[in-house]
Structure formats: C-alpha cells, structure tokens
C-alpha cells in the first residue's frame, strides 16, 4: 500500500517537473535572446576599466561586492583591471568601486545586475579619463554613463 502512495505521489509531481525543465530549457542561452529572463541562468560577466588618464598619470581603483574584495589596483596611463564573476541566482550581484587620482575621487555601482544585464550583457567596460569615469556599451562602443571626480581639496 506504502508503495502505491509513493507511486501516485512521484506521478503526480510528474507534470510539474516536466514543466520545470521546459522552463529551464527555454531560459538556456542556446535557445533564445531571453535568457538573461530565467532566473537561474546567469552568464559569467566581465568587468573591466581602462585608465585613460595621460601620460604621467595614474589611477587607482578597489571594487568590491558582498561576496568578495577585489583589492587596490594601480594602472598607469593604458594599463587596465578586469575580473570575471557568475553573477549569484537571485540577481542582486553588486560591485562598487572606489577609484582616486591626483585631482580626484568617486565612489560608485560599477555593476549591478538588474541594471547592467540589459546594459552591457556580460561585458562591462569603462574608462577613466582626467574629467570623469564613463560607462560603454561593449557591442556598440557608445558611452552611457559618466561618473564625475569629486575634486581633492589643495593642500
């Protein structure tokens, strides 16, 4: 009798894990451009910043998430910091920057994932320059965002 129940309990589950797996076939990026729409499918995403800052000239940046600290890194004039994450399942990966030169400072989301899935997929690219720090939409090389320094106070 215990077997029956079992039996009858795993058929009647039956269509709703069919149902769950057509919905996760349907969010796979194989099979359309919606997938960033499934909630589970997260593509590894990459970020990247450029220093553009001139000759003579550097930055310095420390990005980091509630998962994790990047760390400072110093780039010189052309040089660039990248890392690649999974952003996490439920869609509320974040990554902050802190970046200062010698005339300036900004703090800002250089990722989130509700704003930049449909911004920049999974490429992620700025560059800072000696005015602001400015956003690109990797497939079209267009900017879309702009951070401005805060000046450092002459000593």
């Known amino acids: 009798m215990a077997s029956f129940s ?4 795993l058929l009647a589950l039956l269509p709703l894990l069919i149902a769950a797996l057509i919905s996760a076939n349907a969010g796979s990026p194989e099979s359309s451009n ?8 997260r593509p590894e995403t990459t970020i990247r910043i450029d220093a553009k800052m001139g000759h003579g000239r550097y930055v310095v940046a420390r990005c980091w998430s509630s998962e994790e600290d990047r760390g400072l890194k ?3 004039d052309g040089q660039f910091y990248s890392w690649r994450f999974q952003p996490n399942i439920w869609g509320t990966t974040k990554y902050i920057c802190a970046l200062a030169w010698q005339k300036g400072t900004l703090m800002n989301v250089f ?9 920049c ?3 992620c690219r700025w ?3 000696t005015t602001a720090v400015y956003g690109i939409i990797a497939k079209y090389g267009e900017v879309d965002m702009a951070f401005a320094w805060q000046p450092v106070p002459d000593s």
Request: cysteine-free; charged content about 25%.
């Open 127 to 129: 560059f800072a320059n």
């Open 74 to 76: 110093k780039m010189v």
């Open 121 to 123: 997929g999974a490429d």
């Open 111 to 119: 990722y989130e994932y509700n704003r930049d899935i449909s911004r």
């Open 34 to 41: 919606s997938s960033r729409d499934f909630a589970v499918y």
């Open 6 to 9: 079992n039996h009858a309990f």
